[in-house]
């Protein structure tokens, strides 16, 4: 099994769909804790990304991660472009040449990507950012190779953002009143990780 670039279209698709649908439900996080934005950034960003892989559709894993990287960071204003655009332009750099993904290979893209955030955003886990999501997921995806168990791992570290106070982002300037809401990267991030469990490697 592996994820050619239509299966990893299949999973950035998905996401654009996720986030147009889940525009409200992330502002309202984001409202609670932040400045009501993260969704709408989202929706903007991917539905660029969606503009420009119809006009060029990338030929491999790699220029589609690069592509991904460069629109977010381009078109999403907000803290999650930066950070979501270098998670895509550090994977991309693994996926090298190669035409195809293997499940390993892929582990190896999403935790450079990881690796990418952190050295923009400076976040470890626990400090109520889309990290507490990612970085149990990608380290489940890389040692058990199971996408269920990496989803799981995503909405147990999402939740578990709940009665944090957040140390990095808009949300660490409440302070004590950012306790008893879910972190709105973190969620984005399970939405985007449910995607990629349902892309259909070949
Ligand atoms: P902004 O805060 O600029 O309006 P968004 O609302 O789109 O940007 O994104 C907010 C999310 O970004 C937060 O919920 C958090 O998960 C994530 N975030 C913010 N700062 C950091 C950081 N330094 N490292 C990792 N994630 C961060
Ligand atoms: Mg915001
Ligand atoms: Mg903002």
């Given at each position: 099994?592996?994820?050619?670039?239509?299966?990893?279209?299949?999973?950035?698709?998905?996401?654009?769909?996720?986030?147009?649908?889940?525009?409200?439900?992330?502002?309202?996080?984001?409202?609670?804790?932040?400045?009501?934005?993260?969704?709408?950034?989202?929706?903007?960003?991917?539905?660029?990304?969606?503009?420009?892989?119809?006009?060029?559709?990338?030929?491999?894993?790699?220029?589609?991660?690069?592509?991904?990287?460069?629109?977010?960071?381009?078109?999403?204003?907000?803290?999650?472009?930066?950070?979501?655009?270098?998670?895509?332009?550090?994977?991309?750099?693994?996926?090298?040449?190669?035409?195809?993904?293997?499940?390993?290979?892929?582990?190896?893209?999403?935790?450079?990507?990881?690796?990418?955030?952190?050295?923009?955003?400076?976040?470890?886990?626990?400090?109520k950012t889309m990290i507490d999501a990612l970085e149990p997921a990608i380290r489940a995806l890389t040692n058990e190779a199971d996408m269920g168990v990496a989803t799981q791992k995503a909405r147990e570290g999402r939740d578990a953002t709940i009665p944090?106070?957040?140390?990095?982002?808009?949300?660490?300037?409440?302070?004590?009143?950012?306790?008893?809401?879910?972190?709105?990267?973190?969620?984005?991030?399970?939405?985007?990780?449910?995607?990629?469990?349902?892309?259909?490697?070949?």
């Amino acid at each position: 099994m592996a994820y050619a670039v239509a299966s990893l279209m299949q999973w950035i698709t998905c996401a654009e769909e996720q986030f147009q649908s889940h525009l409200a439900e992330l502002n309202a996080l984001d409202a609670a804790i932040g400045d009501g934005d993260h969704g709408s950034n989202l929706a903007r960003g991917f539905a660029k990304v969606r503009e420009k892989l119809q006009a060029n559709p990338p030929e491999t894993p790699a220029s589609l991660f690069k592509l991904v990287g460069m629109t977010l960071i381009s078109t999403v204003g907000g803290a999650s472009g930066p950070l979501y655009g270098s998670f895509f332009l550090e994977a991309g750099k693994i996926a090298g040449e190669q035409k195809e993904l293997d499940n390993a290979t892929l582990a190896r893209c999403l935790q450079a990507g990881l690796v990418g955030i952190q050295r923009l955003g400076k976040a470890e886990a626990g400090d109520k950012t889309m990290i507490d999501a990612l970085e149990p997921a990608i380290r489940a995806l890389t040692n058990e190779a199971d996408m269920g168990v990496a989803t799981q791992k995503a909405r147990e570290g999402r939740d578990a953002t709940i009665p944090l106070i957040a140390r990095k982002g808009r949300a660490s300037y409440l302070g004590e009143r950012a306790i008893g809401h879910a972190d709105p990267g973190a969620t984005s991030a399970c939405l985007l990780l449910n995607c990629l469990a349902g892309a259909c490697p070949t």
